[in-house]
């Protein structure tokens, strides 16, 4: 369930991302900066790199930090772009970047915004049916039909 009762290390999470988009932002190379703060309670940074071919997420950057660093999981993390006005705002993660934190930190909690308002929710919340091959599941899919009349 999404929460709005932040936490001081949510703002504190936050404003690191929002320092590094001021510091860093570029129309086109550097439009989002993460920060993830891990299960030792370091932060850790990211920033969108970006090029006319390739572009790769603020949350990936952050997140190989954080594994760079030797950190074991991730538990709370933020990604923030630019409004028209140029002031940083959060923006909710990409299904790339929610797949990513999930293997990283799967009770991890996300700051998102619901419309508007910025929340705290779980992954698991975020990203109910992950991606999975068959035989990491515990159990045998249906096919869909699969004992119905038709």
């Not at 510091?23 to 550097?30: D, L, M, Q, R, V």
Request: aromatic share 6%; proline share 5%.
């Amino acid at each position: 369930m999404i929460s709005f009762d932040l936490s001081q290390s949510d703002v504190e999470l936050y404003t690191a991302a929002r320092q590094l988009l001021l510091a860093a932002h570029h129309g086109e190379n550097h439009r989002v900066a993460a920060a993830m703060r891990g299960e030792s309670g370091a932060i850790y940074l990211g920033l969108h790199i970006g090029s006319k071919r390739i572009n790769v997420c603020a949350e990936s950057s952050a997140l190989a930090n954080a594994r760079m660093a030797q950190e074991a999981s991730i538990r709370s993390s933020v990604a923030v772009s630019m409004d028209e006005h140029g002031e940083p705002q959060v923006t909710n993660p990409c299904g790339v970047c929610r797949e990513l934190l999930r293997n990283y930190g799967p009770e991890a909690t996300v700051l998102v915004d619901a419309g508007g308002e910025v929340g705290s929710i779980g992954l698991e919340e975020l990203l109910p049916y992950p991606w999975m091959r068959a035989t990491e599941t515990e159990w045998t899919t249906q096919p869909p039909g699969a004992g119905k009349p038709y």
